[in-house]
């Protein structure tokens, strides 16, 4: 299956396998939670980390991984890429007190 974004870190191998896994455990549901307190519902054709490499874990275990429907996993992937093309860079020095309150 194309993938329709660009990944940080490869896939490990044998996803193929580990796809299908977690989409049958989950029924072939989105499990992405609503506000009623239930899932969505949705027929899943995704599969994606909850907690991703760009957060700073590179967890392939299938606790990690959940059934979403497009939708969810396009929403999810797009508020991660906005959340990293917006992040400040740390700063190089520190700040500097302004010259009108040096002594």
């Known amino acids: 299956?194309?993938?329709?974004?660009?990944?940080?870190?490869?896939?490990?191998k044998?996803?193929?396998r580990t796809r299908g896994r977690i989409?049958?455990?989950?029924?072939?549901?989105?499990?992405?939670?609503v506000v009623t307190g239930g899932l969505?519902?949705?027929?899943?054709n995704q599969v994606?980390?909850?907690v991703n490499a760009?957060?700073?874990?590179?967890d392939h275990s299938d606790a990690n991984l959940w059934a979403l429907?497009?939708?969810?996993?396009?929403?999810?992937?797009?508020?991660e890429a906005s959340a990293v093309a917006h992040a400040k860079p740390?700063?190089?020095?520190p700040q500097e007190n302004h010259p009108g309150l040096i002594n």
């Open 1 to 12: 299956m194309p993938s329709h974004g660009r990944r940080s870190t490869p896939l490990p």
């Open 14 to 16: 044998g996803w193929h």
């Open 23 to 33: 989409l049958k455990r989950d029924g072939w549901v989105c499990q992405w939670p």
């Open 40 to 44: 969505c519902g949705e027929p899943a």
């Open 48 to 50: 994606d980390h909850k």
């Open 54 to 58: 760009a957060q700073g874990v590179d």
């Open 69 to 79: 429907c497009q939708w969810h996993h396009d929403q999810k992937t797009g508020r």
């Open 90 to 93: 740390p700063r190089a020095r």
